[in-house]
């Protein structure tokens, strides 16, 4: 009967603790650049321009950012800008579609929502920008950093103290596995062998990330998406998490902390790390929350635009169908940079990642 995400007190918690930190990390940030891989979890605007439904550029989102709307899928910031923050960066990091040469001076955003490990995925909302188009418009970052730095030492040596965060795979499961009359996957694959094949285009990608001169990569694991308001009233499953959708994740989720240590052990010189959202956001006991989300939702678990929010998010895990309020943004991108349990990040989590 319960919804699974008994965060709450923890929230508050550190959603306290997080401000205090906020403002103490000043000065120079630890790494020279941050790069964010991903989907809406992450993206902060690369959708706006793209014809598709998977887009958040009205109200009421951002309705608690500083800049007001931006296309951030939540209330305020997303894990990723905390992240950066905690990072000691002062400053936002551009989305990929409004990088110019003088942009490129601390970091690039590349997350497009709706976005996934295989190409076709979000295909039903329209545009996206898969992780493989990401890994593209990197390789052309790359490329005009290596103009403006002009020495390829220099530039080497520059990306391997760099931070890269990689988010995704949550829309092969929502916007294509779990949609039987838009794909074809679930006919063709066993939870199992989906499972396989998307771990398998993952770790190609990774390596190309590798590839492009990445060391220090997190890699994020799927949270308890069946817990999704979205999905339980989709499944009708009458508050309940839908747990075909919990288990199927978890088995992505099992093999992507053996293909992080595969990573590690194929490239002596990188530092891949994996965050276990499971961990993270487990229940806990006790403790049940509301499953509404903040935002009144249309059907595909967006806010309905212009509607009017609910006025506690600070006390909701949801705002809208799909994504966090930021206060849970904050609970997920604290415990990954400071992990309050072995579970959480492992080997390491961001902010040692970022001394290594
Ligand atoms: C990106 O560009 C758009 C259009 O020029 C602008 O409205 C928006 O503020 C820019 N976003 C950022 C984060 O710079
Ligand atoms: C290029 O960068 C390397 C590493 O920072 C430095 O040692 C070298 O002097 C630079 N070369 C030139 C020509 O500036
Ligand atoms: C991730 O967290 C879950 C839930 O606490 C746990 O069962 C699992 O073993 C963890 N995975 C890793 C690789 O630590």
Not at 298 to 313: F, L, W, Y
Request: charged letters at 15%.
């Amino acid at each position: 009967m319960a919804s699974k995400l008994g965060l709450l007190f923890h929230f508050l918690v550190i959603a306290t603790l997080m401000q205090f930190e906020t403002v103490i990390v000043n000065g120079q940030p630890q790494v020279p650049f941050y790069f964010i891989f991903g989907d809406s979890l992450v993206d902060n605007g690369n959708n706006n321009r793209l014809s598709t439904a998977a887009k958040a550029n009205y109200h009421p989102y951002g309705i608690d950012f500083p800049q007001g709307l931006t296309g951030r899928f939540t209330n305020g910031l997303t894990v990723a800008d905390i992240i950066g923050q905690l990072l000691g960066f002062s400053d936002f990091i551009p989305p990929y579609a409004n990088t110019t040469n003088q942009d490129i001076t601390r970091g690039v955003n590349y997350g497009s929502g709706a976005a996934g490990i295989r190409d076709e995925t979000g295909s039903n909302l329209g545009g996206r920008i898969s992780l493989n188009r990401q890994l593209v418009n990197h390789a052309t970052i790359v490329s005009r950093l290596l103009l403006l730095q002009r020495n390829i030492t220099f530039t080497n040596e520059y990306k391997k103290k760099c931070i890269y965060i990689v988010n995704m795979g949550s829309n092969d499961y929502i916007n294509n596995y779990f949609m039987p009359n838009d794909y074809p996957t679930s006919r063709i694959y066993t939870p199992d062998q989906y499972a396989v094949v998307l771990i398998q285009k993952y770790s190609l990608q990774l390596r190309t990330l590798y590839r492009l001169g990445a060391r220090k990569i997190a890699v994020f694991g799927l949270g308890f998406i069946g817990c999704a308001p979205a999905e339980i009233a989709m499944f009708g499953t009458n508050g309940d998490c839908v747990e075909s959708i919990n288990s199927a994740t978890q088995l992505f989720n099992d093999r992507l902390k053996p293909l992080i240590d595969d990573l590690n052990n194929a490239f002596s010189d990188a530092r891949f790390t994996f965050i276990n959202i499971s961990s993270i956001s487990a229940p806990q006991e006790g403790v049940v929350l509301s499953n509404v989300p903040c935002c009144p939702i249309r059907s595909d678990g967006q806010c309905i635009p212009n509607s009017i929010p609910c006025p506690d998010r600070n006390l909701r895990v949801w705002y809208d169908g799909f994504h966090p309020t930021e206060v849970a943004n904050r609970a997920l991108a604290s415990r990954s940079y400071i992990a309050l349990s072995p579970m959480d990040a492992s080997p390491y989590d961001i902010s040692r990642l970022a001394q290594l």
